[in-house]
């Protein structure tokens, strides 16, 4: 039985990534780990994913980059303002400009960086790097 299955979709990617494979399969599909995964792929951590009907839901089929070096999940979901981010990228993040946290905000999903451009605040969802 899932519980939280964003958290198993990027420790999904993050278990390819750590293995050497090109591919991860990321199951049941909804529409936040949809959102994560178009944010990661902007972010060029990801290639392209398809999603695969299988009568259960669906899962993602993910080309996983080797740019991967670690992808995690943040638990629990620390909401954050919009001016707390540099305190949070310190954290999870291993140097300056170097990864990206993943951030649910009420402008969409969208990375750390993007958040403080629209001076949003949220809720942490990953990071990777």
């Keep these: 039985m899932q519980h939280d299955t964003l958290s ?9 990534a ?4 090109t591919h991860a399969k990321v199951a049941p599909a909804s529409n936040l780990i949809k959102n ?9 951590y990801i290639g392209v994913f398809e999603l695969i009907e299988d009568g259960k839901g669906g899962q993602f089929k993910v080309e996983v980059e080797p740019a991967v070096n670690k992808c995690e999940p ?3 979901n620390f909401y954050v303002g919009s001016d707390e981010y540099t305190k949070w990228a310190k954290r999870y993040l291993p140097a300056r400009g ?5 951030v649910t905000t009420p402008e969409g999903v969208l990375t750390h960086d993007e958040a ?3 001076n949003v605040g949220g809720k942490l969802l990953g990071y990777v790097y």
């Design 98 to 102: 170097f990864g990206k946290i993943i």
């Design 36 to 44: 994560v995964l178009l944010k990661l792929q902007e972010e060029g």
């Design 18 to 21: 750590r293995q050497g494979k």
């Design 74 to 76: 943040i638990k629990p």
């Design 116 to 118: 403080v451009e629209e």
């Design 8 to 16: 198993d979709a990027l420790s999904s990617i993050n278990n390819a």
